[in-house]
């Protein structure tokens, strides 16, 4: 490989000029020649044993000069890149305009765009207020009253009319005009009242009504119903009440701590769930903090971003929320159509927090760099030794998925961020 010229055309853009010579093109044909000597059939030869020569005069001497582009190229550009010393973020091969192909190789000129220029604001000792962290006791009521429900039985409802909060066991079915409609109708349907879970008015004709009860009740669809053959109408659901059960919740007392926690009173139960609730706190109150320097950061950044770089960022975050679909058995199809979202609407979801991660990476490299931080080896081990624990792998399975250079710029990053945390001036 030889690199002409790597010439600047626009702001984050160079063209490079990149020949490949007569013997590193022969040895891509000869690679490509071995995959597919098999798949070609040539009269007076067993399959797979003809010679290149003889099917390149049968098939065109071009005959494997695509496959090998493809084989050499990517190699090729990786080469030119490093040897000009540009820190690129986006190639496409689009772009990508091919000279005269040949036996002594082959020309071409590549488009690439490059990380931009960055300029920054003061990032030591911001100023920046932190909420303070409280426990109210209304927080602890709220907080026990969570471990009651988790704790509670269920009831079934002997000698009363149904009341908000009770688990009700429904058939149901709608109508329009008097005649029923598509998908208005449902049998032993589990539905806690006052949810929210139907239609606005719903659960509280539910109420006053006891089991066994057949009875009618009138809702209005919302406006913006998400069916337009429903949305603003008035229907009429025939309702029978089958089943009403409700929760019977444990008495706040030392036996109610002793059955949930490993402690012997309710106040000392107290005491331990309210630091807990502090230290959740604690932590949202750290967030919103770092929160506020990052938005100060961005705010203080100068640079020419390229539009590559925040598609690519999109790219990769819809990518993650696929695999975090599939961890939990879902594959992405299957939650648009559960959302009703396209995939382009879904994807331009993620461009506010794909250009917001962009631009702070940005601030944070470009003060690792004016910081001069170094990477020690050390915490290099570290952090694979990290990464390993978080997938259940070997240290060394992570190091030939991440490269030494991936990882530096990361470690580099964070001592950033520490730096601006430890410098602000919290309020």
Do not use: W
């Not at 007392?253 to 309710?266: C, G, I, P, Q, Y």
């Not at 929320?321 to 994807?347: K, V």
Request: proline share 3%; net charge negative; aromatic share 8%.
């Amino acid at each position: 490989m030889k690199l002409n010229s790597a010439n600047q055309v626009e702001t984050n853009l160079y063209e490079l000029s990149v020949e490949v010579d007569g013997a590193a093109f022969e040895n891509a044909l000869n690679n490509v020649y071995r995959k597919q000597m098999k798949k070609f059939t040539v009269p007076g030869f067993r399959k797979g044993k003809a010679t290149r020569g003889m099917i390149e005069r049968l098939y065109g001497k071009d005959v494997f000069y695509e496959d090998a582009l493809n084989d050499i190229l990517p190699g090729t550009i990786d080469e030119a890149i490093e040897e000009a010393k540009l820190d690129v973020v986006g190639f496409s091969y689009d772009d990508l305009e091919m000279g005269e192909i040949g036996k002594d190789g082959f020309s071409f000129t590549a488009k690439v765009t490059t990380k931009p220029e960055v300029e920054i604001g003061e990032y030591k000792e911001i100023e920046v207020e932190k909420p303070p962290v409280e426990v109210s006791d209304e927080e602890l009521a709220e907080e026990l009253k969570k471990v009651q429900e988790r704790n509670s039985r269920l009831l079934t409802v002997e000698d009363r009319a149904a009341q908000m909060d009770d688990d009700a066991v429904i058939d149901f079915e709608g109508f329009l005009d008097g005649e029923p409609f598509e998908g208005g109708k449902g049998e032993d349907q589990n539905l806690k009242l006052g949810s929210g879970q139907f239609i606005p008015g719903f659960e509280e004709q539910i109420v006053s009504h006891k089991t066994g009860e057949e009875f009618e009740v009138n809702v209005t669809f919302p406006e913006d119903y998400q069916s337009e053959d429903l949305a603003g109408k008035e229907a009429v659901f025939k309702v029978t009440l089958k089943e009403l059960k409700f929760r019977e919740l444990p008495e706040l007392d030392d036996e109610f701590a002793k059955d949930v926690s490993e402690f012997e009173t309710l106040d000392e139960y107290k005491a331990n769930l309210s630091e807990k609730i502090k230290e959740r706190k604690e932590k949202e109150s750290d967030d919103e903090m770092e929160n506020k320097l990052i938005d100060a950061l961005i705010e203080g950044l100068k640079a020419e971003i390229p539009e590559i770089m925040f598609e690519k960022k999109m790219d990769d975050d819809v990518r993650d929320f696929g695999s975090r679909l599939q961890s939990q058995g879902l594959n992405l199809e299957t939650y648009l159509q559960y959302t009703g979202m396209d995939q382009e609407g879904f994807r331009d979801n993620f461009r506010p927090q794909a250009e917001r991660q962009v631009k702070i990476r940005l601030v944070l490299e470009k003060i690792a760099e004016l910081e001069a931080f170094e990477v020690a080896e050390e915490d290099l081990e570290k952090e694979y030794e990290k990464i390993a624990s978080a997938y259940n792998m070997e240290s060394a399975q992570i190091k030939g998925l991440i490269r030494k250079e991936d990882l530096e710029k990361d470690i580099a990053v964070e001592k950033a961020m520490n730096l601006v945390k430890e410098t602000a001036k919290i309020k």
